[in-house]
């Protein structure tokens, strides 16, 4: 059996755009997932308490929906590299600028403006238009396998980053680096992958530009509300429904679910970015069985049955009485949280009309991080209290299993093109 029949076929049909995205999603993941295990530790070693820390983060959110929205929904109409490197220039500027100061004013318009990324997950305008030009470079039967590849590839860069994070800066610290100084370097190393990032993008094809693959009316401006025709109200709906399951997901991100663990158990940051290495190496395995699942019970019904029990394993974490047993419930939730992810991606691409996909990725990775923005306000004053410090799981948890339960009764009927003609 040859090499190249051992590759998974949907990834064998590629072409070189495709796999710079891949490359470009790896990069910058791995950035987000070192700066995610350490942001906090950082925030706080520079004298911020935790509640003016969840506001930094909060805010480093709230401006991250202006300038996605900006960006994604113009780039299919100005150009998706040009707004791909925009974002890139915008996450080194803010990296620096966190290394620079620590001013909370200065902080937050640092992290307002720029792109910086507090849970190891996406932020700025990156996935919607990575998302939107996979979709064009990738033929409808393999978009959901592509995706659940794309995902997995983003799984194991942040779980490599998570790792690294926690490794250098206590390793830095033995060896008699400051706190503040070792979590810094992270901080700058964040800065320098958002150049490389720019860089990247820099070498992908006009060919993931809309008007390479739309019909000849495609380049003429878009007649529309930011992007959005006929699909409208399919975006507008599930933006909402994406907008709750982030807002309860912003309760537990890595930045908080990494200082949970250090107040309840005091765990140190070598043993998180371990813990949060695995996480993520079982999330992004995860996407790979979603995409088969996917092709026999169908996308809507994949997100929902996977997601309902990680959600019910995430309120059971702070019900553990040991770090281990805190631990293996964290893992097994992981194992089949982000199931959901690449069907999730792959659902909206295809409901949407196929030159609104840009602005649909935009407008629903928006409302995804405006739910996660306003949550980490309010986690910091949890944190704040001793006592309260669990109640962040069993908020997200509930408001994740509502948001499954919605989704399943808005969307049950509405199904993609390749699935339409399954009984």
């Known amino acids: 059996m ?3 029949t051992l590759f998974p076929a949907a990834l064998r049909t590629l072409t070189s755009d495709a796999w710079l995205l891949f490359l470009t999603r790896f990069t910058r993941l791995f950035a987000y997932g070192s700066l995610s295990v350490i942001l906090v530790f950082y925030l706080v070693s520079l004298g911020l308490s935790e ?3 969840g506001l930094v983060l909060t805010l480093t959110l709230a401006g991250d929906i202006v300038v996605s929205l900006y960006l994604t929904t113009r780039a299919d109409q100005f150009g998706r590299r040009r707004m791909l490197q925009v974002g890139a ?3 080194a500027l803010a990296g620096l600028a966190f290394a620079l100061t620590s001013n909370l004013i200065y902080l937050i318009i640092a992290g307002t403006i720029g792109v910086i990324s507090p849970s190891g997950h996406e932020v700025g305008p990156f996935l919607s238009i990575e998302q939107a030009s996979l979709s064009h470079l990738t033929p409808p039967s393999s978009r959901t396998e592509v995706f659940a590849w794309y995902t997995l590839t983003g799984s194991m860069a942040t779980a490599l980053g998570a790792l690294f994070g926690g490794v250098v800066t206590q390793a830095l610290q033995q060896r008699s680096m400051t706190p503040v100084a070792s979590y810094r370097s992270i901080v700058i190393l964040y800065a320098f992958l958002g150049i490389v990032l720019a860089c990247l993008f820099a070498r992908i094809s006009s060919f993931v530009e809309v008007n390479k693959h739309s019909d000849g009316d495609a380049a003429s401006p ?3 509300f930011m992007g959005l025709g006929k699909s409208r109200s399919i975006v507008l709906k599930l933006s909402g429904l994406f907008a709750l399951d982030s807002f309860a997901g912003g309760f537990v991100i890595q930045s908080f679910a990494a200082y949970w663990f250090y107040l309840r158990f005091g765990a140190e940051p070598r043993t998180l970015g371990g813990i949060f290495f695995w996480a993520n190496v079982f999330a992004g395995i995860s996407a790979l069985l979603a995409s088969r699942l996917a092709s026999r019970i169908g996308l809507v ?6 997601h309902l029990p990680s959600n019910l394993l995430l309120i059971a974490v702070p019900l553990m009485p040991t770090l281990s047993l805190a631990v293996l419930v964290l ?15 792959s659902y909206t691409m295809a409901v949407v009309e196929e030159r609104e996909r840009s602005a649909a990725g935009g407008f629903t990775g928006v409302a995804r991080t405006t739910g996660a923005a306003i949550s980490p306000l309010l986690a910091g004053f949890l944190f704040a209290r001793p006592g309260l410090i669990n109640l962040p799981f069993y908020i997200a948890g509930t408001l994740k299993v509502v948001y499954d339960v919605l989704l399943y009764f808005s969307f049950r009927q509405l199904r993609p093109p390749e699935e339409a003609s399954v009984k």
């Not at 019904?301 to 996977?306: C, K, L, P, Q, S």
């Not at 893992?331 to 991606?345: A, N």
């Open 2 to 4: 040859s090499a190249a």
């Open 51 to 53: 509640s003016r820390s």
């Open 89 to 91: 220039a915008l996450m």
């Open 222 to 224: 878009i007649n529309s």
């Open 301 to 306: 019904h994949t997100m929902v049955v996977t």
């Open 331 to 345: 893992l097994l939730r992981f194992s089949i949280s982000q199931m959901d992810v690449p069907t999730r991606q």
